[in-house]
């Protein structure tokens, strides 16, 4: 009895006729929606990083009437990190959009397939996954400044102070998120210890233990680890810092990943957690793009955050870049065809060319805020590199001159991930209709 | 008036057992078919078909398979997230062996491997029942998401661990992979969807139905009258467990097109039982009102301000989407503990008698 069901969906169909999927773009605005979580599990660290990417878009509309003269329409579909839903507000926004910003690794799977087919970049800065650097095979995916691998190698470098070979004999904890984010430096890892002679030992923390990892820590206490290395995110950080501090591990031997370094986890912890270390392709201080945003956002009464002390927080300044990265395309893209408002195509070429240098930075405020990088067909990920933060306590610090990832290593097997990826999605569309230049 | 049913005279036990004894219900299902067959491929957007009808007739039949499960066998079920899971890693692990095998007869069999591990969990029922079930289906729930995360052979050892659809092809039409255009999709899903339903619809009304029925208002009343408890219960379990596992296998092939692990946990099969329950226990119809109540209406929520010029915060919406979405639930639990399905069929009989009621 299919029908009474039906009988619903054909009134819930009819009013949607009306507008489905149509969002109301005036002339000359590009519409680039950003797919937010500021509710559910993971609202906590994803609150700060939207405030920080819809405030800069909002800074560059109200101080300069947009980039390039064309406002940009920088609107929220809200997922709450829940896959079904983000692939909802891909196939509602896809119509008009011209980048699509899908934020949690489980969505980025989802729609990574399909941009292809809708000709929409995907980017993705800091995460998604590694081997979408191979422009070659994913040519409408871009993360940059650095992937998840390019963040192993560089922190595998800093722990063992520039000389791998150092590490042989040592024992390394890899603490992750059990999900795709969780399991992403593993492949380059497992290389690590086999070619450098130290012993990995991955301890995972499914989603539901995330706040209670006693037994992981239990474990951790048990096999003495030299490092123990942090894949977190959410209420994993919190939980997995807490325990720590609570068993009286050494704060200095523990390192997280640039999403596991969020100032809110620490501040509960403060002194407990002194010397804790955090990987972050973008460096804190005081810069002058977020005075402006100050001035023209936050003091008009425009901005979602709470107060103005979230804007010296790394999350909220690392928001702040990822926009920059997005509004820096379209320029490139504005520059190279000549056009106001660009489309999704001219933005995918606008990314690939996107070339990030150390003036560039200094002219938009942000000098030091990120390193300088730049991207081309095959590299789609740009390889920019990052800082190691040390928390003191109050606040992090930088702790480390500019790492650079080891490209040699990482490279070949990002040429062999993206081909399973090919062959496990085939027939994977090649890039000859988009020549490189 | 318009549901009239005096002049309409049964003169045989055929005609008086009929699938609708009422004209009117024949007419209307003809009408909802027509509109689902051919009004929405015709008229929806992109957007609809994936975003509204396809996870509505994934989700209904999940509903379903749980339906037959809980609603007519009377058994409790909390692992079905779980074996739609079987389902999905089944057809992925088929189709990657054998790529050649057809889509369809890969849906069939990977529906068989959820069945065979729907009946092993549904074994401690035959001791147990009650919450007691409930608690050793939930423990198939967590072994079994476990099982996908830990097994790296079920998703052919993929470094993210979640398993992808490649492009396959159904007699020269591409129906999964990104390349499938949203109407072929729609209309392989509301295919199988109507077999599966019309299936159902006629073996609960048969022999296993009433068996079911019989288990479920009293087992050991059943048992006194000559029902085998172990077959009855575990046919169910059988046949619950296929429906869902082909609802899993369609979810991630015709629908997501990639899916993790934890895709398949506990909230997932919580959202099943809740629609199950607000659409009515012991109900085909009551599957697919209350998907559109859980699955559809948050979607359309979602998108009914922007539709009508108003603009909110995405963020806000969601709240306030939870909240209207969560009333309504508790409001047709109020009205009508029995679920949707009975709403509906005291709607009916009041129409029936219309306007000149006792």
Redesign the interface.
């Known amino acids: ?10 009134l ?2 009819g ?7 149509v ?2 773009v005036a002339a000359e605005t590009m519409y680039t929606p950003n797919m ?1 979580y ?2 559910g599990p993971f609202a906590a660290t994803g609150i700060p990083l939207m405030n920080g990417q819809r405030d800069y878009v909002n800074m560059l509309n109200a101080r300069d009437g947009g980039v390039g003269g064309v406002m940009v329409d920088f ?4 997922t ?1 990190y829940n ?2 839903k983000g ?2 507000c891909y ?2 926004t896809k119509a008009n959009a011209i980048v699509t910003q899908p934020w949690s ?2 969505i980025t ?2 729609v990574l ?2 941009t ?2 809708d000709r929409i970049p995907i980017l993705a800065p800091g995460y998604g ?1 590694s081997p979408m650097s191979d422009g070659e095979t994913f040519a409408w995916a871009f993360n940059p400044p650095v992937s998840y691998w390019d963040g192993a190698s560089m922190i595998m470098n800093y722990i063992s102070d520039g000389d791998m070979n150092s590490l042989e004999g040592q024992k390394i904890v890899l603490l992750h998120l ?3 984010f969780g ?2 430096p ?2 380059l890892l497992e290389k690590y210890a086999e070619q450098y002679g130290f012993e990995l030992v991955p301890v ?1 923390v ?3 233990e995330m706040q209670n990892q006693s037994a992981q820590w239990l474990q951790i206490r048990r096999e003495r680890p030299d490092w123990v290395v942090m894949w977190g995110w959410g209420a994993m950080n919190a939980g997995a810092l807490t325990e720590a501090a609570k068993t009286r591990f050494p704060m200095d031997k523990f390192v997280g990943v640039w999403w596991s370094g969020s100032d809110d986890d620490l501040l509960a912890l403060g002194d407990k957690a002194k010397g804790y270390k955090s990987i972050s392709w973008n460096a804190p201080g005081n810069f002058p793009v977020i005075d402006e945003i100050k001035t023209h956002v936050v003091d008009a009464g425009n901005s979602m955050i709470e107060d103005a002390s979230d804007m010296d927080k790394i999350f909220y300044q690392r928001g702040v870049v990822m926009s920059m990265f997005l509004t820096e395309a379209i320029k490139t893209a504005q520059k190279h065809f000549d056009v106001g408002a660009v489309n999704a195509e001219q933005l995918r070429w606008g990314l690939e060319n996107l070339n990030i240098t150390e003036e560039l930075l200094s002219e938009i405020g942000m000098s030091g805020m990120v390193a300088p990088f730049q991207m081309s067909c095959t590299n789609h990920t740009g390889h920019g590199g990052a800082w190691m933060l040390e928390w003191d306590g109050a606040k992090f610090v930088q702790a480390s001159d500019l790492l650079k990832p080891d490209r040699a290593s990482i490279e070949p097997l990002e040429k062999e ?1 993206a081909a ?2 090919a062959q ?4 994977w569309p090649t890039r000859d209709s988009l020549p490189c230049e | 008036m318009l549901y009239r049913t005096s002049g309409q005279f049964k003169t045989s036990y055929e005609s008086d057992q009929a699938l609708f004894p009422v004209k009117q219900d024949a007419w209307l299902l003809m009408v909802i078919l027509v509109a689902a067959y051919v009004v929405f491929p015709l008229t929806a957007s992109e957007f609809t078909f994936k975003a509204l009808l396809v996870p509505v007739l994934i989700y209904s039949l999940a509903a379903m398979g749980l339906n037959i499960l809980t609603g007519f066998a009377g058994q409790l079920s909390l692992g079905t997230a779980g074996f739609m899971g079987v389902g999905a890693y089944a057809c992925y692990k088929l189709t990657t062996i054998f790529p050649e095998m057809n889509v369809l007869v890969a849906l069939a069999l990977s529906g068989l491997f959820s069945a065979a591990v729907g009946v092993a969990f549904g074994l401690p029922s035959l001791r147990i029942k009650g919450f007691y079930l409930a608690i050793a289906t939930l423990a198939s729930q967590f072994f079994l998401v476990w099982l996908f995360e830990k097994w790296a052979w079920l998703y052919n050892y993929n470094a993210s661990g979640a398993i992808e659809v490649r492009t396959m092809e159904f007699f020269g039409i591409v129906v999964t992979g990104p390349t499938a255009s949203p109407v072929t999709q729609y209309y392989f899903v509301l295919a199988v969807v109507t077999i599966i339903c019309f299936a159902m619809i006629n073996l609960t009304r048969g022999r296993y139905g009433r068996m079911w029925k019989a288990v479920r208002d009293m087992d050991i009343a059943a048992e006194l009258v000559g029902i085998n408890l172990m077959r009855a219960k575990l046919t169910a379990f059988a046949v619950s467990s296929y429906v869902v596992g082909i609802a899993g296998a369609l979810l991630v092939f015709f629908w997501k097109g990639a899916a993790e692990p934890n895709l398949f946990d506990i909230p997932l099969s919580f959202q099943i039982l809740f629609i199950a329950i607000i659409g009515g226990l012991g109900s085909i119809l009551g599957n697919f009102l209350g998907a559109i109540l859980i699955v559809a209406l948050p979607v359309v929520l979602n998108v009914l301000p922007e539709t009508l010029g108003i603009s909110i915060n995405s963020a806000t919406m969601e709240h306030v989407n939870d909240m209207i979405v969560g009333a309504l639930i508790i409001m047709f639990l109020i009205v009508e503990p029995h679920g949707l399905a009975r709403f509906w069929a005291l709607i009916r009989e009041k129409l029936i008698i219309w306007p000149y009621p006792h």
């Not at chain 1, 609107?75 to 809200?78: D, I, K």
């Open positions: 009895m299919t029908k009474f069901s039906k009988i619903g969906a054909m819930a169909a009013g949607l006729a009306l507008g489905v999927g969002t109301s937010s500021r509710t609107e929220e579909c809200e709450g896959t079904n692939v909802e196939e509602k690794t489980g799977l989802q397939p399909r292809n087919v996954f059990d999900h795709p399991k992403e593993l492949p995972p499914g989603l539901k991930k399973e990826y496990n999605n085939a027939p």
